[in-house]
DNA sequence: CGCAGCGCACTGGCCTGACCAGTAGGCGGC
DNA sequence: GCCGCCTACTGGTCAGGCCAGTGCGCTGCG
């Protein structure tokens, strides 16, 4: 009876560099630090913390490489608190698309998913003067056109970045832009095929148009299937036969 | 006009220890190390990388924090490359929920995306053999109704587990593992309110296997909306007013 | 008096060498 | 044949040291 109520956890070592990571995330955490602000140099970190320097130096390697801070060597004012951003998320995602074998599919299926959810939270809960902004953005797009694929792509980027802003959800943002990021790392000397470039660019802004129309109108699932099936109609090509029942399925109809 | 054409990165010093984590990685990556094989022990890898052992051990430090590997003090074998689970990802997710000030209403809305879009795809790719075991596991909750909420939560992590399983994409798997602890890390001790759990468990049973008639029917639309609807009647209390309306812009209607 | 340039004190990056508590597997005794 | 100890390793941590960089204050010049 008592045996099934209490339960025993797997004891597991806690290492020392461990602590000195918990301490400092949870100073952030709890607003204590703040970012742009500065931690103190190792050596001092080493007397506070009352351990060697090679241990600081492990805790400090752990929120380097998670990007909760970046040192530079010589800097006199010590370590920076950074701010959030994709990237302490597109690493992990990175190396799920590696180690996980995660396919072109099922990353475009998760592009769709995000990508679909942002356009529908923003086109329901943008205010008139993001409508002004969304709106600039595909001006750009538009002029963006005759000034080459790279200019076209950076605003394609910006009207997307726009989006997820305006959908006010920073982990549909950071998750969008790190997936976003792994699609394009994987496929990035597939596509340009500068023959039709100029075909894939206008059809690409008609869609967009589609979707700004959309979120004018305040229609989130308009907005969300337009995302769909635009995302689906670019990719479907690029990917094996196998899978494409799996980008059909995220379509409505 | 050259000054247009060729942009010029910022550099950053690469540190060495950086190196030898690309490396290791890349040899996950490239799967010639697979999850369960050892890495060689520090003192070996000092000697292949060339460098100090305190270098190597920063490199290790952020594999291991990152999930990649687990060293243990003793063992002759060497660290072990691990399987890739949730766990890289509920880190730096737990980190922006704190860091970023991620509201419960915003993980929520991640929930809602993240739930209907494995019912969505699971509805519409299950094999027969799977449907079989998603209405077990909706059995099984039927029957954890009568043996506490404990024994109903873990039914209920079950089936959910199941479904993102069955979605066959395991970034939505992961994300939603990873998110549904930090909701669950979030609210642990508001909710538990012993004198209506029973009828609380009840109306989440029904949802069930409302979605599981859906996911039966092949209907993904009706599986997301069933699985949309369920969240939000089950959150909306405990999210602050001033974010319910973006609880209501994942809704369909 | 203002400012440009230099030097210094300090930073982080990396190394060497050492000690300790664990672990696993082989070897010896029962 | 099996059990239990012993040893040769493991990783965790420490101390101390060298080096190339950086920022700031001081100095000397205009």
Redesign the pocket.
């Known amino acids: 009876m008592i045996q099934d109520a209490l339960r025993f956890e797997r004891v597991q ?5 461990e602590r000195i990571v918990e301490q400092i995330e949870g100073a952030i955490t709890r607003g204590e630090l703040r970012p742009g602000e500065r ?8 007397v506070q913390f ?9 805790a ?2 752990v929120l ?1 490489s998670t990007g909760v801070v970046r ?9 920076e608190i950074l701010e959030i951003d994709a990237e302490s998320l597109r690493r992990p995602l990175a190396r799920l698309a590696g180690a996980a074998r995660l396919s072109l599919g099922q990353l475009i299926v998760s592009r769709m998913m995000l990508d679909s959810t942002a356009n529908q939270l923003a086109a329901q809960l943008r205010t008139d003067e993001q409508l002004v902004w969304i709106e600039r953005a595909v001006d750009t797009m538009r002029t963006a056109l005759d000034e080459g694929e790279e200019a076209f792509s950076k605003a394609d980027m910006a009207f997307h970045e726009l989006i997820t802003c305006v959908a006010g959800n920073p982990l549909i943002k950071l998750g969008h832009a790190a997936v976003r990021d792994t699609v394009l790392a994987l496929i990035s000397n597939t596509i340009t095929d500068a023959a039709d470039s100029r075909v894939v660019m206008q059809r690409s802004l008609a869609h967009h148009e589609e979707v700004l129309d959309a979120i004018r109108a305040g229609d989130g699932p308009r907005a969300a299937h337009a995302s769909l099936r635009s995302l689906y109609e670019y990719y479907s090509g690029s990917v094996p036969e196998t899978e494409r029942a799996a980008l059909k399925a995220m379509l409505p109809d």
Chains 1, 2 share one sequence.
């Open positions: 070592p806690v290492r020392l560099y931690l103190p140099s190792e050596r001092e970190l080493v009352g351990t060697s320097r090679a241990t600081v130096r492990e400090l390697r380097e040192s530079r060597p010589g800097d006199p004012r010590g370590p």
